[in-house]
């Protein structure tokens, strides 16, 4: 089995959403479980292969729920794991695990459904810029088109119960990942950062769960579950990044008025090292790629380089993608440094060449 | 008076010397003074005159001495003082002061002579490439003319009197510019210059006297001068460069073996630097201009690039060439590094487009 992932072009990420300057795209997960059954850590194999049966079905004879292209992860190899998992089309956790994990994808890949990830169902929609509102309405027709034709485990005192507590209740992760440069740069994001931790949201980098910041991306997301309604959590998060957009602008006005000719340094000098280096590591390229954003939402590249660019790029810049290009399973870091370097030289020149 | 110093085309660098790849340049001076008279700094005004007034005389009558420009240091402004300074045609010292003090340049600059100078007269020739003897050969022949019409301050004991006793005996510094990017990044630099200067060298930076080494040039200069002959100075300084010399084609062969795309990582992050970044300051400037002599030595740039083009950019990136450049005889430091940069953009693609 094949995954006919290389493609990027048509995927969640080619359109430019609200606010794109500073919100690089917008995610909201459910997790759900199967009443009856143990979660699936602690499921036997039989009752994970019933689970991944149960949801078969329902996604087969729900008529809103067509045109799901199926993954088992059985069937594909580590590295095709990997690139899922870069993409965040499935979790780490997913990756890990390969018996009876299958994942769903629909609509360019901006939806996907993990099929006994920690939880028996993790629901997830992702779009380009600030569209929390659009992502969580997506998974929740998802949500009640599959609630027919299954029965969640559900406690009327604490909602839906999920393998991780910090789940429990609504099942609901909504995030939005967020480009600050401008606060990175006047030196006030430790502060803020801080802040919004301090009021029960979680702040991670661009890779997830356990990651730090890299290339001034922020990923922002509820950590309270329980207690609050869908609505609550998203209003709530809405109102945290509408403040974080505005400090982000004032601050980018302030840097370009004040200490214009630095900023515009940082953004020639990273595009110069993109464009001619020949080893580059993935911490490193994602700083000059944040420093090119903020290059073209100062209109320095003469819409010659994208929004669109970038996302790709972002994603593409990674172990597993860089090495399926090459047809390569195995690299040790110097020759993956030297394929990332090729493969940024080689795409800035075509992009530059062709816009 | 203005001086017209910004055609370099024709200077002292403008040849590729012998080992261009590892000498930048070599030099020989000579300091003496006139008998009977107080060493500049304690003589009186009228001292300093007559001094500049009989060596004056000495080279207008000696026919082998024609074709001097000279440079009066009271005639010219601060700035044009720091351009001389910054071509290596005058020492700090003499850009300090200005009454009766001269320099006589010749021969495209490859000769110079400081009058009123801590000593009366300090005679210099530079040649590009290594050509110490060359250079010796040529002050020699200077300092020989000028004794038949001057009797210098001379001791049968101690030889010529100066006024610093680093240099009384012969008055010969002898030096070489080393271009030595394989000892550097080989991490075998400090070792060498300690031993070099425990064995009676003295070991400088590109900018002379009291600098540090900056863009793995260094300057490797006699210390003694007293009870050897000038010979025997020239062969100890040669004996030295040419080990490291040895040393050096070792080090990048090795480099170049086990290290090719560290190697050429740095040289093309360099190249892209100078010809993107909107401010750069004169040390980092030095830096990747060193790298991109490795770069030349390297066969990267395709002879679009050589030793005269770098050599040539490291004296016009300095302060006083830039401003003058742009009429500017003033400037902030943040001003000096954006014109700097501007400078090396334009002077790069220049000279990629026409070579």
Redesign the interface.
């Known amino acids: 089995m094949t995954i006919p992932l290389l493609d990027l072009s048509d995927r969640w990420f080619a359109g430019e959403g609200p606010e794109a300057r500073t919100v690089v795209s917008s995610r909201c997960r459910l997790a759900r479980n199967l009443a009856g059954v143990p979660f699936s850590r602690t499921a036997q194999p039989v009752q994970q292969e019933a689970v991944a049966r149960r949801i078969a079905d329902a996604l087969s004879v729900e008529a809103g729920l067509k045109g799901f292209q199926r993954i088992e992860l059985s069937e594909i190899s580590t590295a095709e794991r990997a690139i899922l998992r870069e993409a965040h089309l499935i979790s780490p956790e997913l990756e890990r695990h390969a018996d009876h994990c299958a994942v769903y994808l629909a609509d360019n890949a901006r939806i996907s459904i993990m099929v006994n990830e920690e939880d028996h169902l993790r629901m997830q929609a992702i779009e380009t810029g600030y569209r929390v509102r659009e992502a969580h309405r997506a998974i929740d027709e998802i949500d009640s088109r599959l609630s027919r034709h299954l029965t969640y485990a559900f406690s009327p005192q604490l909602g839906h119960l999920t393998a991780c507590p910090t789940n429990t209740g609504t099942g609901l992760r909504a995030s939005a990942m967020l480009h600050l440069p401008g606060l990175v740069l006047a030196g006030r994001i430790d502060r803020i950062v801080k802040d919004i931790a301090n009021n029960g949201y979680a702040v991670r980098g661009f890779y997830g769960e356990g990651t730090h910041s890299a290339g001034d991306l922020y990923q922002i997301s509820n950590e309270v579950t329980l207690g609050k309604s869908e609505e609550e959590i998203i209003s709530g998060l809405l109102g945290v990044v509408d403040q974080l957009i505005e400090h982000e602008h004032a601050s980018r006005d302030e840097l370009f008025a004040k200490r214009r000719?630095?900023i515009?340094?940082s953004i020639?000098?990273s595009?110069?090292?993109l464009?001619?280096?020949?080893?580059?590591n993935s911490s490193e390229a994602i700083s000059l790629l944040s420093r090119l954003r903020l290059g073209i939402d100062g209109g320095h590249f003469n819409e010659r380089l994208t929004h669109h660019d970038l996302n790709r790029l972002l994603i593409e810049i990674q172990p597993a993608h860089l090495a399926s290009r090459r047809g390569l399973t195995d690299a040790d870091d110097?020759s993956r440094d030297?394929m990332r370097?090729e493969f940024l030289r080689q795409r800035l020149a075509d992009i530059v060449s062709s816009n």
Chains 1, 2 share one sequence.
Request: proline share 6%; no cysteine; charged share 30%.
């Open positions: 000719p630095f515009e340094d020639w000098r595009y110069a090292t464009s001619q280096a020949r080893l580059i110097e030297a370097a």
